[in-house]
């Protein structure tokens, strides 16, 4: 099992910034991926960011320049900055972990751009 559990949620205005990250534990040695979801009122879960355990990253292209995915394995640890917020990135913000047999997802955190 591996659990995961996000930070850095809230509420800012448009064109500011924030830090969500996201801390694994559990059986975590043999995750390969993880990665950043979002879900806004009324629309499906959609991707935003990943980043391999070899260091590739893949980026919805509504966040590509803006966002960046990385981690900090020391600290079992995965971070989206966001810069140039919009408020169409409003949304509650999952974390995802993926291992050969199955995908984890933490229990998500409330993002908020004011126009």
Request: aromatic share 8%.
């Amino acid at each position: 099992q591996v659990q995961l559990v996000e930070s850095g949620g809230g509420l800012v205005q448009a064109g500011g910034s924030l830090r969500l990250s996201c801390a694994a534990s559990g059986s975590i040695s043999s995750i390969n991926k993880m990665g950043w979801y979002r879900q806004a009122p009324g629309k499906q879960r959609e991707l935003v960011a990943t980043i391999t355990s070899a260091g590739s990253t893949n980026y919805a292209t509504s966040v590509k320049g803006r966002f960046t995915i990385s981690t900090h394995n020391a600290k079992n640890t995965v971070y989206l900055q966001m810069n140039s917020l919009k408020p169409e990135d409003t949304a509650v913000y999952y974390c995802y972990a993926h291992q050969p047999l199955r995908d984890y997802w933490g229990k998500g955190t409330l993002v908020t751009v004011s126009s």
